[in-house]
């Protein structure tokens, strides 16, 4: 199934909501977890963030469309979007390769 379509705000969005230390290794840590997600508590005791600092750097990914939040008893979980990640991949290589130059295939040793 291919990825919804992105169009300039909203990879916009979500590479600022990326460009951040904090909310970096947040998204990175959801992904782990995509499956079940993870308490907002779990988030800030493995990144060692106050809960105000993390409640803030939760909601830029939020706002950003690449996280969703679903409360369960007392608690938040978070999970990444994954639909909107492989949209914004999809979107910063849409145009791979038009001009004929072959080199859109991964690095050798990555991918």
Known sequence: MAAPIMQ?????AALSA??????L????LLVQHASDGLAA????RRLD????TLSFHL???VHAGLVAG??????????PKMEAIAALVAFLTENCCSAGTGRCAPAPGRG
């Open 41 to 44: 508590s779990a988030i800030a």
């Open 25 to 28: 290794a947040i998204y990175r």
């Open 8 to 12: 300039t705000p909203q990879a916009i």
């Open 70 to 79: 679903r409360q369960e008893g007392r608690y938040i979980y978070y999970q």
């Open 59 to 61: 909601k830029e990914l």
């Open 18 to 23: 990326l460009a951040q230390d904090s909310r």
């Open 49 to 52: 963030l106050a809960n105000a």
